[in-house]
């Protein structure tokens, strides 16, 4: 278990862009994959993208393909969401988590506490 701490979410018009950063302590950061999900105001939380230990594999849902990367730095201890054309949609409260085993099914074991994005129309 390793605690992560998301920053960087605020407001934002449409079709600009937020850079978001998730900052691990209490492990090993370069073991885990890491990922970020989003959570809208009465609606699942969502898959957003993920990065593997080495940082070799990336991972986004259909949503924000073409728009999100995901980028990590493992000298840093951190992970980021860089997220451009934003939509009104994409208003949620964006989380990191780590987690072990194959980046295409991962166990995400560790959760950030969240950072707001709203994107204004």
């Known amino acids: 278990q390793v605690q992560l701490v998301e920053s960087g979410g605020g407001l934002v018009q449409a079709g600009g862009s937020l850079r978001l950063s998730c900052v691990a302590s209490?492990?090993?950061?370069?073991?885990?994959?890491m990922g970020w999900f989003r959570q809208a105001p009465g609606k699942e939380r969502e898959f957003v993208a993920a990065?593997?230990?080495?940082?070799?594999?990336?991972y986004y849902g259909d949503s924000v393909k073409g728009r999100f990367t995901i980028t990590r730095d493992n000298a840093k201890n951190t992970v980021y969401l860089q997220m451009n054309s934003l939509k009104p949609e994409d208003t949620a409260v964006y989380s990191c988590?780590?987690?072990?085993?194959?980046?295409?099914?991962?166990?995400?074991?560790?959760w950030g506490q969240g950072t707001r994005v709203t994107v204004s129309s």
């Open positions: 988590a780590a987690g072990v085993g194959s980046i295409t099914a991962v166990d995400w074991t560790s």
């Open positions: 209490g492990g090993t950061f370069s073991v885990y994959n």
């Open positions: 990065i593997s230990w080495n940082g070799g594999s990336t």
